[in-house]
């Protein structure tokens, strides 16, 4: 599957780090850049990508409008 990198714009490093935990715990490649202020954090994640959209439930569609 195709991977290319999805970026979290400015965030502080608490947020940052909390995030980076996060993608740590599913196994994603990440990297955290500081932006030209100083106070914010850019996080970037290599993230599989679809050409297509995933489906939505059907269970959600109500038949009425249809």
Request: aromatic content about 16%; proline content about 6%.
């Amino acid at each position: 599957m195709k991977k290319s990198w999805f970026e979290h714009y400015p965030m502080n490093e608490v947020e940052a780090n909390s995030l980076i935990r996060d993608y740590a715990k599913r196994g994603v490649t990440t990297e955290k850049h500081l932006t030209s202020d100083p106070r914010f954090f850019i996080v970037s994640a290599f993230l599989p990508v679809s050409k297509f959209v995933p489906r939505s439930n059907r269970a959600y569609i109500n038949n009425l409008w249809n």
